[in-house]
Structure formats: structure tokens, C-alpha cells
């Protein structure tokens, strides 16, 4: 329900852009947000958007440098990863949350893409 893309190999300061195609069912009237787990850490929030994009929200790591969007006519959310480094190096999920809001904690998110893992080399 939840098809996460865009993921890649790129150096350090380079950009990437990742898009999360979903199901009607999970989209539109649905908060949506990006998380990321780097290799032998815990998952954590990266970003969040409400259902109408009005409201967003970012890890302070990322605040600055990524922006999260959607398009709802699409069904498709986005994360656009600018001025990257080497830390952002992790495997990148898109979720639909329970409700229409952006909300950073995992807990209000119940459906989940299968990742698509970035790369950042120094």
C-alpha cells in the first residue's frame, strides 16, 4: 500500500529526492511521514506532513536541509534530501498515520512502506 523510491548512492553535500506512492486507502485523508534507521540504531522521525500539507514537521538533524510535500491528486508524498551527509546514510520509510495531522512519534503510524536505502559516502 505504501511503495517507497528514490533511494541511491550519492556524496556528501549531494541531494536526493525520495517519493512514496500509496493507496487511496492510506493517503489522502491521512497525516504522512518519513522515518529512517541507520545500520544498528533504533528508527527515528525525520518528517511529517498533515493531510492538506499545511502543517510540517522536521528532526531538528534534518530541519533546513530536506522538505517534505505532497501531491494528493497523485497519492504520492515526497522527501527532498538536500546538502546530504554522511549521517543521513540509512534505509528511509514512508508511513500513513491513523489520522489527518503530521505527528512525529512512530506510534500514531499504521501503515509502513518497505524502505529504499540511501547512501551519503564522505
Known amino acids: 500500500q505504501l511503495q517507497a523510491s528514490g533511494g541511491g548512492l550519492v556524496q556528501a553535500g549531494g541531494s536526493l529526492r525520495l517519493s512514496c506512492a500509496a493507496s487511496?486507502?492510506?493517503?489522502?485523508?491521512?497525516?504522512m511521514g518519513w522515518f529512517r534507521q541507520a545500520p544498528g540504531k533504533d528508527r527515528e522521525f525525520v518528517a511529517s506532513?498533515?493531510?492538506?500539507?499545511?502543517?510540517?514537521y522536521y528532526a531538528g538533524s534534518v530541519k533546513g536541509r530536506f522538505t517534505i510535500s505532497r501531491d494528493n491528486a497523485k497519492n504520492t508524498v515526497y522527501l527532498q534530501m538536500n546538502s546530504l551527509r554522511p549521517e543521513d546514510t540509512a534505509v528511509y520509510y514512508c508511513a500513513s498515520a491513523r489520522g489527518p495531522v503530521a505527528t512525529t512519534l512512530s506510534r500514531n503510524y499504521n501503515y509502513w512502506g518497505q524502505g529504499t536505502l540511501v547512501t551519503v559516502s564522505s
Open positions: 506532513i498533515a493531510w492538506n500539507g499545511e502543517s510540517t
Open positions: 487511496r486507502r492510506t493517503s489522502t485523508n491521512n497525516g
